[in-house]
């Protein structure tokens, strides 16, 4: 699992409006550049996610 600077990098979920599918990543504060490192299918998931990269679901952006 790699590790991400949250000063270079904001966490992001991205999510579908028709389907409602959900991915956790990175994206660049500098490039816009958007890294997959997980599918989110559960609350639990995402209590995972944060979990391994020790951030809050408040410094999570929702991005449809």
């Known amino acids: 699992m790699p590790a991400f600077d949250?000063?270079?990098y904001q966490p992001v979920i991205r999510a579908s409006i028709c389907?409602?599918?959900r991915?956790?990543?990175f994206r660049?504060?500098?490039t816009g550049k958007f890294e997959e490192v997980a599918m989110i299918a559960?609350?639990?998931a995402l209590d995972e996610f944060c979990r391994a990269y020790g951030i809050s679901?408040?410094?999570i952006?929702?991005?449809w």
């Open 6 to 8: 949250l000063r270079e």
């Open 19 to 21: 389907t409602g599918e």
């Open 23 to 25: 991915v956790a990543g």
């Open 28 to 30: 660049s504060r500098s």
């Open 42 to 44: 559960s609350d639990s």
């Open 57 to 59: 679901r408040e410094d």
């Open 61 to 63: 952006k929702k991005e």
